[in-house]
């Protein structure tokens, strides 16, 4: 079981991460703090540079603290959060990634709700700095800070469309 949650946590953590950071920079395919920029205007938020910065940034960070099973209830909670604002973007598209819509987002944010649950397991740092086991309970409270922390950027941040 401990093989199957380091293999869950280095891909969903990683692939976070890698996301985070496409976001601010030219690596891994990424167009730069400007194209991150472009593309949470073209998705209607406000801020600029500093909302893409934020969000690549606690991609890149929660992301991180997954892959290596550190503080994972608070990694699995920043992760639950950019997941849920990137649900809320393509919900207007239906459920299926074939159509943009948020598919994935849906299953990065269930797997870092199951994490939260099951714990990162034996080969974490979290378990070896001793901070394991994490009740199974916490991922109740983990996933409800995430989605409110996800809805309460997205009413801050997003602009209503001309056409709402």
């Given at each position: 079981?401990?093989?199957?949650?380091?293999?869950?946590?280095?891909?969903?953590?990683?692939?976070?991460?890698?996301?985070?950071?496409?976001?601010?920079?030219?690596?891994?395919?990424?167009?730069?703090?400007?194209?991150?920029?472009?593309?949470?205007?073209?998705?209607?938020?406000?801020?600029?540079?500093?909302?893409?910065?934020?969000?690549?940034?606690?991609?890149?960070?929660?992301?991180?603290?997954?892959?290596?099973?550190?503080?994972?209830?608070?990694?699995?909670?920043?992760?639950?959060?950019?997941?849920?604002?990137?649900?809320?973007?393509?919900?207007?598209?239906?459920?299926?990634?074939?159509?943009?819509?948020?598919?994935?987002?849906?299953?990065?944010?269930?797997?870092?709700?199951?994490?939260?649950?099951?714990?990162?397991?034996?080969?974490?740092?979290?378990?070896a700095l001793g901070l394991t086991p994490?009740?199974?309970?916490?991922?109740?409270?983990?996933?409800?800070?995430?989605?409110?922390?996800?809805?309460?950027?997205?009413?801050?941040?997003?602009?209503?469309?001309?056409?709402?």
């Open positions: 079981m401990d093989t199957g949650i380091l293999i869950l946590r280095l891909l969903v953590g990683l692939l976070v991460a890698g996301h985070g950071v496409q976001k601010v920079s030219f690596l891994l395919g990424g167009r730069g703090l400007a194209g991150g920029t472009e593309e949470f205007r073209a998705d209607g938020f406000r801020g600029g540079a500093l909302t893409a910065a934020a969000a690549g940034g606690a991609q890149l960070g929660s992301g991180l603290l997954l892959a290596v099973g550190l503080l994972t209830p608070l990694a699995a909670t920043g992760v639950i959060g950019v997941m849920t604002v990137a649900l809320t973007v393509k919900r207007p598209n239906g459920l299926w990634t074939q159509n943009d819509g948020y598919e994935y987002p849906l299953v990065l944010v269930g797997t870092a709700t199951a994490l939260a649950a099951t714990g990162p397991g034996a080969c974490s740092l979290d378990a994490f009740p199974a309970w916490w991922a109740a409270p983990v996933l409800a800070a995430g989605v409110v922390g996800a809805l309460l950027t997205r009413l801050a941040l997003h602009r209503p469309s001309a056409t709402a």
